[in-house]
């Protein structure tokens, strides 16, 4: 797959997420797939020549290794900004709030200032790079969401202990 095709499935799929995740969502685990976005970017990065710098590899993999460990931080900022809350009849809903947005910028800026680093010291990184840190955010955003909510307890109609 080309590069300019690569960067319209990144874009695609986070305008999709952040279009979603800023409307309250009711949080369901009976079918959802909410693997199935991250599934499909780590399969085209796989898929795609590229993921390391031939000449650098080793800088290369360190460079992809910190581009995935920013990922993974902020999909789990992403989810302790996101509000979880219950209604009446004991679902749960979420929602993106603009802390979350917050967070989004900032693994924008960092992944900028992770492509400007291997620019200057020479290291070709490609969209696959990117297409794996954006997979590791949304899954560990999932992961941390699902976590979060399994704590939430219904308080709606519960007497105040007094």
Known sequence: MSGLLNIVVIVAAVAFVVIKQFSAQQLTSEGRKWWLIPAVLVFLALRAPGLLDPVHRTASAVLLTVGLLIGLACGAGWAWTTRIWTDADGVVWTKGSWAAAGVWLCAMVLRGGLMAL????????????IMLSVAVMLLARSGVTTWRAQAVQRTYGVPVAG
């Open 118 to 129: 291997a620019a200057a010291m020479g290291v070709h990184q490609g969209s696959p790079a």
